[in-house]
């Protein structure tokens, strides 16, 4: 690693929160009846799981390593911030990225991207799918059409597997898109629960109340040991319910020193306080490095003094909180992962009509009827992003279509894994 790590700082007991196992009997809508008391297998300890806080001054950039070396980014900083983006990959011995995530385009968290994956190519990459115009975001989904990177919208309830037991699971956004909120880009934020034996951790983006009170409809999903709090700890995010229903032991605030933003907020640090959580900050601490072995994470940090507060090996751990319920695409996806029956409330890209496709805002009815020939003319498309190969059809377009339309069976199922 990169930074020279100063010792590991405290390792915090985990919560059982993530036993309860994805599969079939994973139930749908409605409540779930009572299950019968069965001995919970206990959760040995495997290979490493490294997720990495990267200091990017004020935004985000994560590097997360599953089990098996798949290589994932979430955000990659500010314009100039690339630097200590590829840094940290290269220390790592990345030279390929499996998965590049982007949690909304905004220039703190996308403004390092194109740079980072032109040093460090992506071989997918995952967007909010929300409409956003400026030229950061332009250039870079230029760059991924050029590099020929495959680009999926993330939606809520697709499961993503890292490797070794380790996955994503994708909770916001959802249909429809949140509209007229305080900022619709922070809204629309790709937050995802990282789940690997019994530890896990959310990944929040800069989501804000109304994403909150959305996830709260599903509160079990939300439960995690740890929590990127959103939005570099805005007064606008991690209301008092959320962070009730999230339970997390520790939170990591990814800002920059004396940002102009007055960023993480009192409020939000007295919330966090009260709830007991320790916190670490990369303004304080520098790259935050968490791992986990399958039942228990440790953290250490770059630079700066030990947390106030030690969280002992050993600790008891929190009450068990009630079964979590899946949301149900992923339920749907996980009885038999052969067939992907739906894809949210999107239709069949590979089934529309010409009618449909003019439906949405941007696609006239020539570029509908283009689409509609190509596809008869190449065969049906395999992802959302061989719609792009449409003449007339560029990433705008594209991204309005990946609203209301998906390849909902694939001629492989392969979009759930991470190659
Ligand atoms: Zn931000």
Same mark, same amino acid.
């Given at each position: 690693m990169q930074h020279a790590v100063k010792a590991l700082l405290f390792a915090f007991a985990f919560a059982a929160c993530a036993t309860a196992p994805p599969g079939p009997s994973a139930p749908g809508d409605g409540p779930s009846p009572p299950q019968p008391v069965a001995p919970t297998p206990a959760t040995e300890a495997g290979p490493p799981?490294?997720?990495q806080i990267v200091d990017v001054g004020q935004g985000d950039g994560i590097v997360i390593i599953s089990p098996t070396g798949k290589s994932i980014i979430i955000d990659a900083g500010d314009r100039g911030r690339d630097k200590a983006m590829v840094e940290q990959l290269v220390a790592d011995g990345i030279t390929a990225i499996d998965l590049a995530i982007i949690t909304h385009p905004h220039a703190d968290h996308i403004g390092g991207m194109q740079k980072t994956l032109a040093q460090v190519p992506a071989r997918t990459f995952?967007?909010?799918?929300?409409?956003?115009?400026?030229?950061?975001? +332009? !250039?870079?989904?230029?760059?991924?059409?050029?590099?020929?990177? @495959?680009?999926?919208?993330?939606? !809520?309830?697709? @499961?993503?597997?890292i490797g070794g037991g380790a996955s994503l699971l994708i909770l916001a956004p959802d249909e429809p898109l949140l509209r007229g909120t305080r900022s619709d880009a922070n809204s629309n934020s790709v937050v995802l629960r990282l789940d690997y034996g019994a530890t896990s951790m959310?990944?929040?983006?800069?989501?804000?109340?109304?994403?909150?009170?959305?996830l709260l409809s599903d509160p079990d999903t939300l439960t995690a040991d740890v929590l990127k709090v959103a939005h570099h700890g805005s007064e606008h995010s991690t209301q008092d319910d959320f962070? +009730? +229903?999230?339970r997390p032991t520790l939170a990591v605030i990814s800002c920059g020193l004396d940002n102009k933003f007055g960023h993480p907020s009192p409020p939000t640090l007295e919330k966090l306080a009260r709830a007991g959580v320790d916190v670490l900050r990369t303004d304080e601490s520098g790259t935050i490095t968490l791992t986990s072995d399958a039942t !228990?994470?440790?953290?250490?940090? +770059?630079?700066?003094?030990?947390? %106030?507060?030690?969280v002992e090996v050993g600790e008891a751990p929190r009450p068990p909180p009630a079964a979590r319920r899946l949301p149900r695409d992923a339920a749907t996806r996980d009885a038999d992962p052969t067939t992907v029956s739906a894809?949210?409330? !999107?239709?069949?890209?590979?089934?529309?009509?010409?009618?449909?496709?003019?439906?949405?805002?941007?696609?006239?009815?020539?570029?509908?009827?283009?689409?509609?020939?190509?596809?008869?003319?190449?065969?049906?498309? %395999?992802?959302?992003?061989?719609v792009l190969a449409t003449p007339g059809v560029g990433p705008k377009t594209l991204r309005g279509i990946a609203e209301r339309f998906a390849v909902v069976a694939?001629?492989?199922?392969?979009?759930?894994d991470v190659p």
């Open positions: 799981l490294v997720v995952l967007d909010p799918g929300f409409d956003y115009s400026s030229g950061i975001y +332009a !250039r870079l989904l230029e760059h991924l059409e050029a590099s020929g990177t @495959k680009v999926l919208i993330a939606r !809520r309830g697709r @499961k993503i597997d959310l990944f929040t983006g800069d989501s804000e109340a109304p994403t909150e009170n959305r962070l +009730a +229903a999230v !228990r994470w440790s953290a250490a940090v +770059a630079k700066g003094d030990p947390p %106030r507060r030690r894809v949210g409330y !999107r239709l069949d890209i590979n089934t529309a009509t010409v009618e449909q496709l003019q439906a949405v805002e941007g696609v006239g009815p020539a570029k509908a009827a283009a689409i509609v020939a190509y596809r008869d003319e190449h065969g049906p498309f %395999r992802s959302m992003h061989d694939p001629p492989e199922a392969a979009d759930e």
